[in-house]
């Protein structure tokens, strides 16, 4: 079964209670948890957030009471998943998916409950980024919907309706751009440096689009280009090949400590892509 983190969220209110599992390796938990628990120490020492309790972040041994699942994966669905959980859950219990570039409708079908199914898209880093795409599928109902776009600015977010294609809002008009800026660089058309300086000074861009590129990281996008090129066959989804290229070579960005930057020295370097 492929690892997935499933976040379990009790009740509709401002104060939520959140329950954690996975159904997969237990490992994947194990190393959230202590990262969940720094990114929240940081939000409560900045003021933005309050621990509840001592135990405010538990693993659920049981999802019959939860209102809503979220589900959490940046690798292929698992239907086999949500079809083990959808037997455990309550009749008014609202699934949704996080995903950035999955169909919504597929994973719906891997359920019995495909009317109280929707996406709800959160950003990175979630903590700082107010925006959550609410994703109605074909088969979602008028009352789920409402519910997750309520439970969503419940949460302190700016929601915004979408509809369920591949890249929803955002990816459907940011990864053309950042492919884009990949084929400058094949091209020769500027510097590494001079396309982000010129996006960030040119459109008031707080990050140019290959320094973006490294702290979403390569595969990540090259796997996002992947789907939404199938979805919508144009060449504006198809990853360039430098993209290609460099996942191979494991330069997926920051969290690789190289990508279009390389983040060995502080501040990064301009890493050598031999073009």
Known sequence: MTTQLITLLTGMTANQSMRLTDPGEATALANALP???ANFDEGV????ATWASD?????????????LILTSSMREFSGSA????????????????NTSSLTIAEMAGATKRADRFVGLHFFNPVPLMALVEVVRTVTTSDATFKRAFAFAASLGKEPVAAKDNS????NLLLVPYLLDAIRAVERGVASVPDIDKAMQLGCRYPMGPLSLLDFVGLDTTHHIA??????????RYAPPPLLKRM???GMNGQKAGKGFYDYSSNPPTVSNLGL
């Not at 020492?45 to 933005?48: C, K």
């Not at 693993?59 to 209102?67: E, R």
């Not at 992947?226 to 060449?235: C, G, Q, T």
């Open 35 to 37: 990262r969940t628990k």
């Open 45 to 48: 020492a900045l003021g933005n």
């Open 55 to 67: 135990a405010a972040v538990n693993q659920a041994k049981g999802a019959g009471g939860v209102g």
């Open 82 to 97: 949500i079809s083990e959980l959808d037997g455990l859950c309550a009749a008014g219990t609202i699934f949704a998916s």
């Open 167 to 170: 890249g929803f809002i955002v």
């Open 226 to 235: 992947e789907i939404m090129f199938k979805e919508y066959r144009e060449a």
């Open 247 to 249: 996942v191979l070579a």
